[in-house]
């Protein structure tokens, strides 16, 4: 697929604080899926990096001992997790830093850490509130730790102390600052990496690009590693993307650009969808600018309807409108090929053309790639036809 409308510039002064970029790739549900870090200091020539979400559990160290230069979770970070994350190439640009000068290293082999944690100090520097500290995590994350009732807040490591998560008996606290602890037990872990500016600006332009693999997905960098994991554990590996760009290749069918695409589970056809779409052309709007799929039935027939569909929702809409229900994660079309489409806009930062609407009281969580603490569904159960196809117009208009 060429993703060459999406690229674009960035210069190190639009780099800010608190902007999230794909870097890396580590088990996140059933797949291994790009990382996103927060931006959480920018100092000359590189920046400091945070993972947006607790990406494993694992204990501070076996033997309770409470400093981090001899601990288990610093080598785990060393030995596994940076080689498991970041391939060769990759690990090359993570700045290697000396300790923090409040860690005494003596008797310390190695001085210098690439991935490490925060501080309690950092964590107080770089978040000014307990509720900014609060991080949920992945689905993998929680089945590590043996938590069902996700998503969540889940406690996370620091240097010298964790960030606390609500408790039961207190749901609304949380994000506090603990010192002093039991060490030898398991909490959520949000690595924390330098890298340089150079790296920021690599991604901005999307010179790593998304890619998938059947039961992988990560990033264009780390494409043969990613196929190498699954071939050596056995798994029959389809390149997707090569067979896309083959089917694209041999296609002759020119593919229309539209300005709204609809996304849903046929379910919700003739109860929703169809009476808004009518009502999008009273707005309007013609059927030209609509790709909803009974009214261009005849573009998506043949062998290769999966590689138009994806084509149009990634690539020819200027809006695509995502109809969430119950059952939209399990239907074929929707969940495994239309909505790969539209996590690869997410993926590579194109929220913006995204429009989701909610329906039966969906429940956000379950649907791969998107948080209920994250994300905002307009729920349509009650609305009328009319007033759905004015939202997504409105919406729509913004984008312009």
Same mark, same amino acid.
């Given at each position: ?30 797949? =291994?899926?790009? $990382?996103?870090? +927060?931006?959480?200091? $920018? ?31 610093? /080598?785990? *970070?060393? !030995? +596994? ?46 978040? !000014?509130?307990?509720?900014?500290? *609060?991080?949920?995590? +992945? ?23 964790? =960030? ?13 600052? @603990? ?5 030898? %037990? ?17 991604? %901005? ?11 992988? &997905? ?11 994991? *699954? ?21 002759? $069918? @020119? ?27 009273? #707005?309007?709007?013609? /059927? ?20 138009? *569909? ?6 020819? %809409? ?15 079309? +929707?969940?495994?090929? &239309? ?6 806009? $997410? !993926? ?6 995204? %429009? #989701? #609407? ?21 729920? =349509? ?17 913004? #984008?312009?």
């Amino acid at each position: 697929m060429d993703n060459t409308m999406w690229k674009r510039t960035c210069q190190f002064k639009d780099i800010i604080v608190g902007e999230s970029f794909f870097w890396g790739s580590y088990k996140q549900n059933e797949n =291994i899926a790009p $990382i996103e870090w +927060t931006v959480l200091s $920018i100092e000359s020539d590189k920046v400091l990096l945070i993972s947006k979400y607790v990406l494993d559990f694992y204990l501070f160290d076996d033997k309770n001992n409470k400093k981090w230069q001899h601990c288990t979770l610093r /080598r785990w *970070l060393k !030995n +596994t997790f940076a080689l498991t994350a970041f391939s060769k190439e990759e690990r090359k640009k993570i700045l290697s830093l000396p300790l923090k000068e409040t860690i005494d290293i003596t008797g310390c082999v190695d001085a210098e850490d690439t991935v490490t944690l925060l501080s309690v100090e950092e964590a107080k520097k770089f978040f !000014n509130y307990d509720d900014d500290r *609060l991080a949920e995590g +992945t689905i993998f994350s929680y089945e590590r730790a043996s938590i069902t009732d996700y998503p969540c807040y889940v406690d996370w490591w620091l240097l010298d102390g964790y =960030i606390e998560s609500p408790g039961a008996e207190w749901p609304n606290t949380g994000g506090e600052i @603990c010192t002093g602890v039991n060490t030898n %037990c398991y909490r959520g872990v949000r690595p924390v990496i330098w890298i340089k500016k150079e790296v920021i600006v690599d991604i %901005c332009n999307n010179k790593y690009q998304t890619r998938q693999i059947i039961g992988i &997905e990560t990033s264009a960098f780390s494409h043969d590693r990613a196929k190498k994991v *699954l071939e050596d554990r056995g798994d029959k590996v389809l390149d997707i993307q090569k067979e896309h760009r083959e089917g694209e290749k041999n296609m002759k $069918i @020119c593919i229309p650009h539209f300005k709204i695409g609809i996304t849903f589970s046929g379910k919700y056809r003739k109860r929703f969808v169809e009476p808004f779409c009518n009502e999008l052309l009273k #707005l309007g709007y013609n /059927r030209d600018d609509i790709f909803y799929d009974s009214w261009h039935d005849v573009l998506i027939n043949g062998v290769h309807g999966d590689s138009i *569909l994806r084509q149009i929702y990634f690539k020819n %809409c200027d809006c695509v409108v995502v109809l969430l229900s119950p059952d939209y994660q399990e239907k074929n079309w +929707t969940g495994h090929i &239309e909505w790969s489409a539209v996590k690869e806009l $997410i !993926n590579m930062g194109y929220h913006d053309k995204i %429009c #989701l #609407l909610g329906v039966d009281s969906v429940d956000i969580g379950k649907i791969d790639g998107l948080y209920k603490n994250q994300t905002i569904a307009k729920t =349509i159960d009650d609305m009328s036809a009319v007033e759905i196809a004015t939202f997504i117009h409105e919406r729509y208009k913004m #984008l312009f």
